[in-house]
């Protein structure tokens, strides 16, 4: 069974871009979660989809935002990038969210010059 | 509010000695669940273990073991006999009962030396 994957692995931006990642979940994985992991904030939840709805989200500014599609698959934005932005950002996925344990992909490594 | 706490940054062993990662958590829920992640250098979490808040009984997988006591919010990871493959950076997290997101620790980096 194919575990979660992201793409781009690696990405370079230049402030005030815009970013788009992408997250495929295990197959049968209707929960997708997107986390940003820094070396000062550590590991931060952004939000959480399922069925296509946002079902929580966490506290990061609205230019952050995500999405899911009927498939399952899940995209998160950054629009107007700061350098504070760069990060590894990591999803996961689980069967439904409620619990469940999640499974990681290997993460998206961005960096905003 | 939800906070995890993991005291130690860093934890440097030689191989084959124990070693015992803290986790110390706050929470108002009274169900909750916990678990421990690995984050090796390739920067992928693995998941090892989740918890819910009314089962106690400590848990060995293997080399393995944790410790959960609700009476003092902790719940230890300890790996015995470590080997260098061990070398990584461990998460506590918490997760509430009826929230979809996990509030991790600030992660405890083990470096096990041959």
């Known amino acids: 069974k194919a575990g979660v994957t992201q793409t781009p692995r690696y990405l370079i931006k230049t402030r005030g871009q815009q970013v788009t990642l992408s997250c495929s979940p295990i197959?049968?994985?209707?929960?997708v979660s997107w986390y940003q992991q820094t070396p000062g904030q550590g590991l931060q939840f952004l939000f959480e989809?399922?069925?296509?709805?946002?079902?929580n989200k966490g506290n990061f500014p609205g230019r952050f935002s995500g999405r899911q599609f009927s498939n399952s698959r899940s995209e998160m934005n950054v629009s107007t990038l700061e350098l504070g932005d760069s990060a590894l950002y990591l999803c996961?996925?689980?069967?439904?969210?409620?619990?469940?344990?999640?499974?990681f992909g290997p993460g998206t490594r961005l960096t905003v010059l | 509010a939800q906070k995890v706490t993991q005291a130690q940054t860093e934890i440097s062993v030689v191989e084959k000695e124990d070693v015992t990662l803290d986790c110390v958590y706050e929470?108002?829920?009274?169900?909750?669940?916990l678990f421990w992640y690995k984050q090796p250098p390739s920067g992928e979490l693995v998941f090892l273990i989740r918890?819910?808040?009314?089962?106690?009984q400590n848990e060995i997988s293997g080399r393995y073991s944790w410790n959960f006591q609700k009476s003092t919010s902790s719940f230890n990871f300890t790996i015995t006999a470590s080997q260098v493959v061990d070398s990584a950076v461990y998460f506590c997290?918490?997760?509430?009962?009826?929230?979809?997101?996990?509030?991790f620790g600030a992660g405890t980096t083990v470096t096990v030396r041959a």
């Open positions: 997290a918490l997760a509430p009962p009826n929230d979809y997101k996990l509030s």
């Open positions: 918890r819910n808040s009314f089962d106690e």
């Open positions: 996961a996925s689980s069967t439904s969210g409620r619990r469940d344990e999640q499974f």
């Open positions: 929470t108002r829920d009274t169900t909750y669940y």
């Open positions: 197959s049968g994985h209707r929960s």
């Open positions: 989809y399922f069925s296509e709805t946002q079902r």
